[in-house]
């Protein structure tokens, strides 16, 4: 299949070109049409799929299908995801598929000022991607309307339940038009009774979409356990990382405390190494990330919600330091690893107790 037979305007298809693709992913062949004609839909797909370009393309699409007048502050898309680093990365999508077309987007996510937000809104934004804290401080100044919303994209949504935005939720699909009035798309790695609940609420006779679950399709990730002591982790670690010539290392661990701690350590064995986590800045966050993405730092040190929708081009390597406690963690932290066609490693350090 093509992305030309899936019907995507001329703009479009110029920046799905620019940007090397060559076909649709499995999660976009299936999304895209639906979400062309206009249908709800309830997509399985981890990070790592293209589900992101599969909601973007689409609703570029419609927007400049149907161009309408809109007044400052009413958004005419609205794109609600967990972490600001996806909300981030979903906007920079937005921006590059949508390069040769005119439409405005913007960003809101908490522990920025919020007055460039406010600026921003004010002068029209037709797209804008947002986490729930911080669109809900919007809506209270009112300075952002949400009674227009044609298309709403839940993204990530299991992770948003469980970082407990359920109040936030609602409290947002209150501002927003009747769910037969507006078309909702939602993408969850995973369909607890939770998510099929929401769903039910949100969604208007959705059509299911599922592609291969990750861990089944991605078979280019190598998954290793090394049986080691607690204490010998971080030794072996460095070994694997020194001997291995390891240039991009994503390493998992389960605390704050312990990623800082982990940091420092691999730094005084020689390897550069930083640690990323929600008590950092975002000015943090974002220096950590640009600094290993442009290998200036070989390890990152990561929490579980830190890491949630980072998008490394090629990363080759993760490591479990320490097993997370529920298997969706453990997918969704491999799933750093092999994207997009590229092979990786995902190595798991497994203590006596962790068995
Ligand atoms: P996502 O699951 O949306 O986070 O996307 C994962 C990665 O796949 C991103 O780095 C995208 O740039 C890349 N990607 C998305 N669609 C395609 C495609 N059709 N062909 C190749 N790479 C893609």
Known sequence: MSFESLGLSAELLRAISEQGYTEPTPIQSKAIPLVLQGKDIMAGAQTGTGKTAGFTLPILHLLSDRPVERRPRQVRV??????????????????????????????????????????????????????????????????VDLSQVEMLVLDEADRMLDMGFIHDIRRIMKCLPDKNQRQSLLFSATFSNEIQQLANQLLNR?????????????????????????????????????AGYWQQVLVFMRTKHGANRLARQLETDGLSATAIHGNKTQAARTRALADFKQGRVRVLVATDIAARGLDIDQLPHVVNYELPNVPEDYVHRIGRTGRAGHEGTAVSLVSPAER
Not at 92 to 115: D, K
């Open 206 to 242: 959705p059509e299911l979409v599922e592609v291969a679950r990750r861990n089944a399709t991605v078979e280019l990730i190598e998954q290793v356990v090394h049986p080691v002591d607690k204490n010998r982790k971080r030794e072996l670690l460095s070994h694997l990382v020194g």
């Open 78 to 143: 609205l794109v609600l995801a967990p972490t600001r680093e996806l909300a981030a990365q979903v906007a920079e999508s937005v921006e590059t598929y949508g390069r040769h077309l005119p439409h405005r987007a913007a960003v809101v996510f908490g522990g920025v000022n919020i007055n460039p937000q406010i600026s921003r809104l004010r002068g029209g934004v037709e797209i804008l991607i947002a986490t729930p804290g911080r669109l809900l401080d919007h809506v209270q100044r009112k300075t």
